[in-house]
């Protein structure tokens, strides 16, 4: 059974950081490019960062210097680093395939407020 199992978000005061993980399973994880997204309330979810296969990163504008993607292939994971976090950045957090989705976790939800 396919499934993407997000977790590590939380209520944080900006300017804080936050680790997020997704464990994957049900595919062969070290053969597709990862990606995070995330949708805020009332706005489209946006696909953020992605990694390829051999470990190159691009990131969306809005999160690039403060956001750090990385992979764990022996583990079937791909985590989310969040530095200097912003109120704009709340909003509920997924992982997914860029070129090949699979049906969505559940998500994990990240506040950002003082």
């Known amino acids: 059974q396919v499934r993407l199992v997000e977790s590590g978000g939380g209520l944080v005061q900006p300017g804080g950081s936050l680790r997020l993980s997704c464990t994957t399973s049900?595919?062969?994880?070290?053969?597709?490019?990862m990606g995070w997204y995330r949708q805020a309330p009332g706005k489209q979810r946006e696909l953020i960062a992605g990694i390829t296969i051999s470990g190159s990163t691009n990131y969306a504008d809005s999160v690039k210097g403060r956001f750090t993607i990385s992979r764990d292939n022996a583990k079937n994971t791909v985590y989310l680093q969040m530095n200097s976090l912003k109120p704009d950045d709340t909003a509920v957090y997924y992982c997914?395939?860029?070129?090949?989705?699979?049906?969505w976790g559940q998500g994990t939800q990240v506040t950002v407020s003082s």
């Open positions: 997914n395939r860029p070129t090949a989705a699979l049906d």
């Open positions: 049900g595919i062969i994880f070290s053969v597709w490019q």
